[in-house]
Antibody, heavy 116, light 109 residues
Framework: QLQLQESGPGLVKPSETLSLTCTVS??????????WGWIRQPPGKGLEWIGN???????YYNPSLKSRLTISVDTSRNQFSLKLSSVTAADTAIYYC????????WGQGTLVTVSS | SYVLTQPPSVSVAPGQTARITCGGD??????VHWYQQKPGQAPVLVVY???DRPSGIPERFSGSNSGNTASLTISSVEAGDGADYYC????????????FGGGTKLTVL
């Protein structure tokens, strides 16, 4: 059964870079017609799409985050990663990774707090 | 950018039918997916491609999509159906953007 697991620091200082990795098990990250994405949810708020990546490395970013965002893929490790630079308190959220083929299959999510 | 509009809240008595709408420009031409999210949990897919149900989702959950409105209908609502519900579309033709509705809190009275 497909599983996605987010990992990374739960606390990041303002102005620093938030880095998360999603490890995919039970399926190949190199599947055709499947994208791999990141979504976040600030406490008490709705869902916000961050961006996604295809196994070839093609990326698609939310325009509101594009200047600070990098999503990459490592097919040898069946992982994809998120880097968000110059973070502020507004970036505090639960970050989910997901398999995207039209609809989304979600990881369990990880809370990242931006605070000094 | 494409916008999906949901009512912030819907209330229904147990045993009644709840209908949650998702409005968008010509949304009937897109595939709409619906997620249920309970506190402290990741979203769970309850309807995909407008009106299909994943395995394990009760038949009480159904969807429709036409014109400028998609809908999630929950019949014979149970207390455990109380949750936040989100609609979602994916624009695979251009920038592969994923769009979510703002979410609807379903309260079972």
């Amino acid at each position: 059964q497909l599983q996605l697991q987010e990992s990374g620091p739960g606390l990041v200082k303002p102005s620093e870079t938030l880095s998360l990795t999603c490890t995919v098990s039970g399926g190949s990250i190199s599947s055709s017609s499947v994208y791999w994405g990141w979504i976040r949810q600030p406490p008490g708020k709705g869902l916000e799409w961050i961006g996604n990546i295809y196994y070839t490395g093609s990326t698609y970013y939310n325009p509101s985050l594009k200047s600070r965002l990098t999503i990459s893929v490592d097919t040898s490790r069946n992982q994809f990663s998120l880097k968000l630079s110059s973070v502020t308190a507004a970036d505090t959220a639960i970050y989910y990774c997901a398999r995207q083929s039209g609809n989304l299959y979600w990881g369990q999510g990880t809370l990242v707090t931006v605070s000094s | 950018s494409y916008v999906l509009t949901q009512p912030p809240s819907v209330s229904v008595a147990p045993g009644q039918t709840a209908r949650i709408t998702c409005g968008g420009d010509n949304i009937g031409s897109k595939s709409v997916h619906w997620y249920q999210q309970k506190p402290g949990q990741a979203p769970v897919l309850v309807v995909y491609d407008d009106d299909d149900r994943p395995s394990g989702i009760p038949e009480r959950f159904s969807g429709s999509n036409s014109g400028n409105t998609a809908s999630l209908t929950i019949s014979s609502v149970e207390a455990g159906d109380g949750a936040d519900y989100y609609c979602q579309v994916w624009d695979s033709s251009s920038d592969h953007r994923v769009v979510f509705g703002g979410g609807t809190k379903l309260t079972v009275l």
